[in-house]
């Protein structure tokens, strides 16, 4: 797919994921939306790329904001390129404490809407737009990478919230790319293993020393742009759809 005058959006972009995959959009041509509502990193993030992105203010669980979102990335150009990537909390407690106290069903909740119907609901609208697009000579109209963990097949303990919203990630997955299939758009899901972020509010030094022995190889922890540099291979490979693919190096989560 060929990105030269056209849009895309990213949520999360503000993250670490989602800066590193902004800036491989906006390097291969494309004009972008940084989704976050993150607004000094956003801000700072588009001021740095000019006129090629735009930060704009959004919530994944709302309809009117994500709706908004789409709206400016169509005012940039055709929108051809969706990646959902946007973190949230997630309280990594186990279902039952050492008190027999159960885990809130409420937070429970709360992490499936952000990490689960959140990712439908950017999937979902931001395909509905694609397929008001012309086609590609390619009869492409649009593509979407959602994004779940390798926790969606091997959850750790305290991980039931997360576990459950990545797995179900997973399994829209294939059947969102049959239904979007007879309007030309892909949909494709990455499963990272453990990749340095921000969010660890550690040095990569010190957090690739706790964690990166972990990984059978390369024995270190990912770096963003190795998702950021999938991502664009996914966009530009028309025959990649419907699938999940594990960036972990080889890691699977044990008890």
């Known amino acids: 797919m060929d990105l ?3 849009s895309a959006i990213v949520t999360g972009g503000a993250g670490g994921f989602g800066e590193a995959t902004v800036r491989r959009l906006v390097a291969a041509g494309a004009r972008v939306v940084i989704a976050d509502l993150a607004e000094e990193k956003g801000k700072l993030l588009a001021d740095d790329l000019g006129e090629s992105a735009i930060f704009v203010s959004t919530d994944v669980t709302s309809d009117d904001s994500v709706d908004a979102a789409i709206r400016a990335a169509e005012d940039l ?3 051809r390129v969706a990646v ?3 973190g949230g909390p997630a309280a990594g407690k186990r279902i039952v404490n050492r008190e ?3 885990y809130p069903a409420a937070t429970f909740a709360r992490t499936i809407d952000i990490f689960l ?3 439908y609901r950017v999937l979902s609208k931001s395909a509905a737009a694609m397929s008001q697009n012309e086609p590609l000579d390619s009869g492409q109209r649009g593509v979407v990478i959602t994004t779940a963990s390798i926790a969606g ?7 039931s919230d997360y576990s459950a919203a990545k797995g179900g990630v997973i399994g829209l997955n294939l059947t969102a790319a049959r239904d979007l299939a007879p309007v030309g758009v892909r949909v494709m899901c990455i499963a990272p293993g453990t990749f340095f972020t921000p969010a660890y509010g550690l040095a990569e030094e010190e957090a690739q020393a706790k964690w990166g022995p972990g990984v059978p ?3 270190r922890m990912g770096h963003a742009d190795e998702y950021a540099s999938l991502a664009l291979q996914i966009v530009q490979n028309d025959y990649l759809n419907g699938e ?5 190096g080889a890691q699977r989560f044990n008890i």
């Open 117 to 119: 119907t959140g990712t």
């Open 84 to 86: 959902v990537v946007h």
């Open 244 to 248: 999940t693919i594990r960036i972990d």
């Open 100 to 102: 027999g106290k159960a």
């Open 77 to 79: 150009g055709t929108l």
């Open 153 to 159: 097949y091997e959850g750790q303990v305290g991980q």
């Open 4 to 6: 030269s005058g056209a």
């Open 217 to 219: 190889n390369p024995k």
